[in-house]
């Protein structure tokens, strides 16, 4: 009878221990939102990769910027691919988000595209030039156009300038502002549109011979995995991150993309 009371509640204290221990294996796929084009495509591979370790992703896809990271917040995915670090730090003094990120993945240099002139000293006094709306890449693109010497920004406005910030435009180049994923399909009605390179991968652009401009491959702007404050220790979710760093994701972010992706970690 003690025998049989002895591996009765050893076997109970055995199943309590396993149940205390977070496991990889997950009754539902860890869910991930990306934007469509070279995050999608990259999580794919990762998904792949994860599968060999028991990992099961499932993949979402957005249309624009605010989405993944309200369905974040909200509890409707585990993680986000999608975004640089200024952004996010943006959305979360705007919004009240206690998202952080958990790693690096890629950088996109920016850059500015046009169908109607071969490069930016033919844009004419008034050109109109598209940027995005939202404040990080706003900024951005701004600071892109003061680095090609077309305007001068107000130097406290920092990574945040938006259009008010110009204090000098000797060409008097007009701004309009569109959301980011619109601004592909502006080139047929601006002069010229500061574009992010997944949304112009998407579009069938290729950075590296129709942009007339793009941003430094070093800029502060990686984008990162990101995850709710408090799953950001899951076993999961590390493993996710550290599947991300392999050799094989590392390998089709260069053959895919030429550099026009690039590898940010």
């Known amino acids: ?16 221990l ?3 221990q977070p496991a990889l294996a997950q009754n539902k796929p860890l869910k991930v939102g990306v ?8 999580m794919e591979v990762v ?7 028991g ?10 910027y605010v989405q993944p990271n309200a369905a974040l917040a909200a509890g ?4 986000n691919s999608y975004q640089h670090q200024p952004y996010l730090d943006n959305a979360n003094a705007d919004r009240g988000y206690k998202l952080v990120s958990v790693g690096k993945t890629v950088i996109f240099p920016i850059g500015i595209y046009s169908k109607k002139v071969k490069s930016l000293d033919e844009l004419k006094d008034g050109a109109r ?21 077309l305007i001068k920004l107000d130097p406290g406005a920092g990574l945040r300038a938006t259009p008010i910030d110009v204090v000098e435009n000797p060409r008097k180049l007009r701004f309009i502002e569109l959301d980011a994923a619109q601004l592909p399909r502006s080139l047929a009605d601006v002069d010229a549109a500061a574009v992010n390179t997944n949304f112009a991968l998407e579009a069938g652009l290729n950075p590296k011979q129709d942009a007339i401009a793009q941003e430094s491959p070093d800029s502060p702007y990686a984008n990162v995995l990101v995850v709710r404050e408090q ?10 991150v550290e599947i991300y760093h392999t050799q094989p994701v590392k390998d089709f972010i260069a053959q895919k993309y030429q550099d026009a992706v690039v590898a940010a970690w």
């Open 55 to 64: 990992l099961d992703i499932q993949i979402i896809e957005f249309t624009d």
């Open 35 to 42: 934007t469509a084009g070279p995050h999608a495509q990259i």
């Open 47 to 53: 998904k792949g990769e994860a599968a060999k370790q």
């Open 76 to 79: 409707d995915l585990d993680l």
């Open 1 to 16: 009878m003690k025998n049989a009371l002895f591996k009765t509640l050893a076997g109970l204290a055995l199943g309590a």
């Open 129 to 149: 030039v598209a940027i995005p709306n939202d404040p990080t890449n706003g900024g951005r693109a701004l600071l892109l156009l003061q680095a090609q010497g």
């Open 231 to 240: 799953d950001k220790d899951r076993p999961e979710v590390r493993k996710l």
């Open 18 to 20: 396993v149940a205390a």
